[in-house]
């Protein structure tokens, strides 16, 4: 049973940063695609970043040159560093793992390439 738990989110001035983390249990960080999704308010959830194994690294055009997306295996942690954050990241952010190899290969990211998440967190930038 995979599960998924994001902390780290809060509020934060424009141009500030903030590290979210996602704890993971019963997968395999290095086998699939792990990544990131936000949702804000009126608007489709969308992805963020995401990493594999390789480690391939995909993000948004929105986010690059801001976010970083790092995972630690020997943690069983995904991490999000969100730096010169802008009003428009106010969103929930959404840890989500896939099941198959090729989610993080598709720009942008499918929500629907990715089988489990986590329940979200805000972040609210002003």
């Known amino acids: 049973h995979v599960q998924l738990v994001e902390s780290g989110g809060g509020s934060v001035q424009a141009g500030g940063s903030l590290r979210l983390s996602c704890t993971v249990s019963?997968?395999?960080?290095?086998?699939?695609?792990i990544g990131w999704f936000r949702q804000a308010p009126g608007k489709e959830r969308e992805g963020v970043a995401a990493i594999d194994r390789d480690p391939l690294t995909n993000y948004a055009d929105s986010v690059k040159g801001r976010f970083t997306i790092a995972s630690d295996s020997a943690q069983n942690t995904l991490y999000l560093q969100m730096n010169n954050l802008k009003p428009e990241d106010t969103a929930v952010y959404y840890c989500a793992a896939s099941l198959g190899a090729g989610a993080c290969h598709t720009n942008p990211l499918r929500e629907a390439d990715f089988n489990n998440w986590g329940q979200g967190t805000q972040v609210t930038v002003s």
């Open positions: 019963g997968y395999n960080m290095w086998r699939y695609c």
